[in-house]
């Protein structure tokens, strides 16, 4: 996708402004489905209700397969959160893009690795504080030296790692998916009829293979988000 990405400085800071609107975009959309997935509850839930339900005990089982749910249900709104977020953030890109002037405003805010990375960051900043909070300074950071002392490089090192890696696959994945698409829709559909008519069925697969990954990658984020906090509270770690 070439395309510019619309920026604007303020306070000699540049802001992606495409990025700042699908980050509002998605924040808004998530908000309204819970909001409207919650409204009316009932002891026995029926219609949009079993939906909630059937999320929030999704999230439950990722925690309690990594952690204890005394330590871990703290986690739960957290881990709601995130894969609602993901979810809907990687389908924005899907339907369609919106370009404006060569400039590209309308995509999924997943597939900028500057928002990846800044989830994965925050993920992992939060099981430091976490772990500092529930374990206390001594017994966090004595994790870091044991069994043996000389690993302390290597597990300082995995820490960057593992940031690194949740952010940017996530990123690959809706990226990668969003320049196909893209290939599809403005590449071989433009060239002639034939093309036009074999881009179609092509696109409509890669979509519902899209949605398919787009949804794999919320849950990966949203498990292994679970998976880092359990190492970091867990005293069974």
Same mark, same amino acid.
């Given at each position: 996708?070439?395309?510019?990405?619309?920026?604007?400085?303020?306070?000699?800071?540049?802001?992606?402004?495409?990025?700042?609107?699908?980050?509002?975009?998605?924040?808004?959309?998530?908000?309204?489905?819970?909001?409207?997935?919650?409204?009316?509850?009932?002891?026995?839930?029926?219609?949009?209700?079993?939906?909630?339900?059937?999320?929030?005990?999704?999230?439950?089982?990722?925690?309690?397969?990594?952690?204890?749910?005394?330590?871990?249900?703290?986690?739960?709104? *957290? !881990?709601?959160? #995130?894969?609602m977020y +993901? $979810?809907?953030?990687?389908? %924005?890109?899907?339907?369609?893009a919106i370009?404006?002037?060569?400039?590209?405003?309308?995509?999924?805010?997943?597939?900028?690795?500057?928002?990846?990375?800044?989830?994965?960051?925050?993920?992992?900043?939060?099981?430091?504080?976490?772990?500092?909070?529930?374990?206390?300074?001594?017994?966090?950071?004595?994790?870091?030296?044991?069994?043996?002392?000389?690993?302390?490089?290597?597990?300082?090192?995995?820490?960057?790692?593992?940031?690194?890696? *949740? !952010?940017?696959? #996530?990123?690959?994945? +809706? $990226?990668?998916g969003e320049? %196909?698409?893209?290939?599809?829709?403005?590449?071989?559909?433009?060239?002639?009829?034939?093309?036009?008519?074999?881009?179609?069925?092509?696109?409509?697969?890669?979509?519902?293979?899209?949605?398919?990954?787009?949804?794999?990658?919320?849950?990966?984020?949203?498990?292994?988000?679970?998976?880092?906090?359990?190492?970091?509270?867990?005293?069974?770690?």
């Open positions: 996708m070439h395309h510019e990405a619309p920026t604007k400085v303020f306070l000699g800071l540049t802001f992606n402004l495409s990025n700042v609107l699908m980050i509002i975009v998605s924040s808004l959309i998530v908000f309204l489905i819970a909001f409207f997935l919650t409204r009316n509850l009932q002891m026995k839930p029926t219609g949009r209700q079993n939906l909630m339900e059937w999320i929030m005990d999704f999230v439950r089982n990722i925690i309690k397969n990594n952690m204890d749910w005394k330590d871990g249900g703290r986690f739960h709104v *957290l !881990g709601i959160t #995130l894969l +993901i $979810f809907i953030s990687n389908m %924005l890109g899907l339907p369609f370009t404006v002037d060569h400039q590209l405003w309308w995509k999924s805010p997943t597939a900028d690795p500057g928002i990846t990375l800044t989830l994965a960051i925050m993920v992992v900043g939060l099981t430091h504080y976490y772990g500092v909070k529930m374990r206390g300074t001594k017994g966090y950071f004595r994790e870091f030296v044991q069994p043996v002392g000389f690993l302390l490089p290597l597990k300082i090192v995995e820490e960057f790692s593992n940031t690194l890696t *949740l !952010g940017l696959r #996530l990123y690959g994945n +809706i $990226f990668a320049v %196909l698409l893209d290939l599809l829709v403005n590449g071989l559909a433009k060239t002639n009829l034939i093309g036009t008519i074999a881009a179609f069925p092509l696109t409509m697969v890669w979509q519902g293979f899209s949605i398919f990954i787009g949804s794999i990658q919320a849950f990966i984020f949203t498990l292994l988000t679970m998976v880092y906090m359990a190492h970091k509270v867990s005293q069974d770690h």
